[in-house]
């Protein structure tokens, strides 16, 4: 009876509430995406690498050579030399390391010169290891392996051959064209950059520029696939390279030696530090933006309790009615909480079904930023965050309800 | 005995050097139905609001159904009224976005005690002060003023209070309706036995009661200053 009551009266003024429904549902929303952004945003840069003890690159600052390096994001400032990765490797204490080369591109997916042991090493997540959906490792010059975003995106399967375009533009005047690479092995998604990346051989990437200079092809001069494949395919340079060191103890002592290579200006990172820069970065974004969503969301609900406050008086007949017939005050102030808390549950219900509705329809654009966003906004902590919310309306609407109670209380 | 004051007086805390209510003494027996008429500002609906507990006596005892109402808190009071005293106003007696069945069920739902076959009750009530079955459904306020007087009478009625108290019943309806509302009121009155304290400025309705009492004769502001 109760609720049938309060259901009723907020249907006999559908024109106020349905404003203040809409009004509640846009904060609600804009609440959900904030929260639910900085939560997926988090998981997903700290998931990106993992079981990398340092990163190795041209001397820049630690976050650039993070983002283009595992990101995939800007463009490197400098090579190094073949003969630096070579030594910093034959250091006692390298596990493994893992060469790789950026700048090239295939429809705006990054293209990434690498060796096979990339697949056997680099991990993300909680140190999960890269695995294939389908085929395998690359073994031959102009074998290529997909992320598996490239794989669905682009429509690719195994056999079909693909086209590297020079430079990373998503459209490329300059294509190397004259030496397709064939799909051997597509990845399973990750959730990390890498479902963005096509892997190809470091001696792919030597043989697609080998007669090429200064970014533009030479006129008249044109090597076949099979006369490539002979040739030396040392690569000269390469963009950065990961290590994975026998003891993490020693992991600054190397960091120390890297940043004191005195051949070339190399640097090497912690990704997890460098990670952990990067997220502080994010962070005064993110905390700005919660507080803003907030800002919005006390708006709304202040509107709630005064379009709920401005019926109080329309209703003194009604409540005068309530009392004679035997409704305590208390009543009263239930009634009109019951109302607000009614609101409240149909926008977040709202608010959840549309911030869904668009996570759906925009998955396309989150990803092209580098952002794996799941498409289920309810965790854990989502149940809080509806609690808090509610808790915070029913404060909000004390005032009407107040004013109701005290009006009942005079009769 | 249903209703006994004795030395009643009563000031709204505001305007506390004009009293509104003296009465020395005022009685109502069992059964009776008693017709209150004066002029507005009379005290009239504050006696009203004293007998049903929605306000407290500055002074003096209301007794009530042998229950003293003036020693009651007022949760008591609300549950007192609501079991035991029905009420009807001159209008606005029906939650507007009710229908007529949902506003006879809300009385009862403050009422005390369980009620098993409440619906049945309430149809049967419908039926018989004439509100057809396509009525009983729509909302309050697409009912005619008749119509809702007549749905305020079983919504006052359904709890079987032994008190009923009507203030200005009539005072919004036609000729016609009028008849028709108190000859339902009162057969229903005397079917159940109803106490009834029926107030108004019209004195043509004195023919359907037995005692007629003056506003001004029960009410003593002579005492007061």
Redesign the interface.
Known sequence: MFLKLALKSLLNRKGSVLLTLMAMTVSVSVLFAVEHVRHQAKESFSNTVSGVDLIVGARTGSLNLLLYSVFRMGSPTNNIAWESFEEVAANPQVKWAIPIALGDSHKGYRVMGTTPEYFEFFSYGNRHQLSFNKGRAFDQVFDVVLGSDVANKLDYSLGEKLVLSHGVASTSFSQHDDHPFTVVGILEPTGTPVDRTLHVSLQGIEAIHIDWQHGVKIPGRHLTTEQIEKLDLRPKNITAFMLGLKSRIATFRVQRDINNYSKEPIMAILPGVALSELWQMMGILENTLFIVAILVFIAAVLGLSAMLLSTIRDRSHEIQLLRVIGAPPGFLFLLIELEAVLITLSSIILGATFLTIGLHSSQDILTHFGLHISKNIFSASTLYFILSIIAASIVAAAIPSLNAYTKAKKF | MTINLSNVCFTYPDTPDKPVLNIPSWTVQTGEKVFIYGPSGGGKSTLL?LL?G?LAPSGGDVSVLGERLDKMN??QC??F???HIG?V?QQ???????NAI?NI???A???EGEKTDIKQEIEALLTKLNIKPDDWHK?ANKLSIGQQQRVAIA?ALINRPQLLIADEPTSSLDQHNRDNFMAILMSLIDEHNITLVFVSHDMSLSQHFARTDAMSDINDFSGAH
């Open positions: 609001n049903s929605m007022q949760r609300d549950r009224r609501a079991t009420y106003f606005f007696n029906l939650v507007p976005y009710l949902e069920q809300l009385a739902h403050f009422c909302p919504r």
